[in-house]
């Protein structure tokens, strides 16, 4: 996607060159920052439309630069790298705000797949022909604004995955909506890595539509996921 402003926050001299020139030899526009402490004051400047951030960092890790770029703009994308692997550090990433999440070492093919699929995301949530909002039960669900709402109340502010896993799933009210599709469209590969976290996903919805009882989302054994909506007693 040319022309897109990226911003690439890594210490590691010699990876940080290969990533830059890879990105910049495909059109996009790179801001490269080493130490964890100017990375704020670069994405104000920049700008950009996506974040890539190593986690180990110097001055302030890549979770908490994630945290605060979340707060200040809710929609745009945001990509951890690190050489941790346990659960706890996966969830952490999501938790702090992050959209993917990377293990070193990694190929440039897939993190250019993951980049643009993520772009895409975003891009496709912004399209006119969206409608503005879904009626699921007693929720109304807002793509364009990624908000889940009860009554008026807001239930949670969606992520970008968790926006376009409900979207997939309201959309598909009438079929199963197939397991492979969604890894797909989330991520880009039905890996057993992102199928783990595929299912952590759907724990969150099912959590956030649980003030619902005619809300079900059933899982289909080998198949897929379908949402029910059934009529209040």
């Keep these: 996607m040319p022309g897109i402003k990226v911003l690439y926050v890594e210490d590691e001299p010699f990876l940080a060159q290969i990533v830059k020139e890879s990105l910049q030899s495909r059109g996009y526009q790179v801001e490269h920052i080493s130490h964890g402490s ?15 951030l190593d986690v180990m960092l110097p001055g302030a890790d890549g979770f908490e630069i994630g945290k605060t770029i979340r707060n200040l703009n809710k929609q745009i994308p945001i990509i951890f ?4 692997t346990q659960t706890g550090d996966v969830l952490q990433g999501f938790s702090s705000g992050g959209n993917d999440y990377l293990k070193k070492p990694f190929s ?21 022909n969206q409608p503005e909002n879904h009626q699921i039960g007693a929720y109304v669900f807002s793509p364009k604004t990624y908000e889940l709402k009860i009554n008026g109340h807001p239930v949670k502010k969606l ?10 799933l309201v959309n598909g009210k009438n079929e199963p909506v197939l397991r492979k599709d969604i890894l797909m469209k989330l991520w880009g590969d039905d890996s057993f890595y992102n199928s783990r976290n595929l299912d952590v996903y759907l724990t969150r919805l099912r959590d956030y539509l649980k003030n619902d009882p005619c809300i079900e ?13 059934k009529s209040s007693p």
């Design 217 to 229: 989302i059933i899982t289909i054994k080998g198949i897929g996921y379908h949402m029910i909506v």
């Design 108 to 128: 440039m093919e897939e993190l250019i797949v993951r980049i643009e699929n993520l772009l895409s995301l975003t891009r496709g949530q912004g399209e006119e």
């Design 38 to 52: 100017l990375a704020l004051k670069a994405f104000e400047t920049l700008q950009p439309e996506i974040c890539i």
């Design 159 to 168: 992520s970008h995955r968790e926006t376009t896993l409900l979207l997939m």
């Design 81 to 84: 790298l690190t050489a941790k």
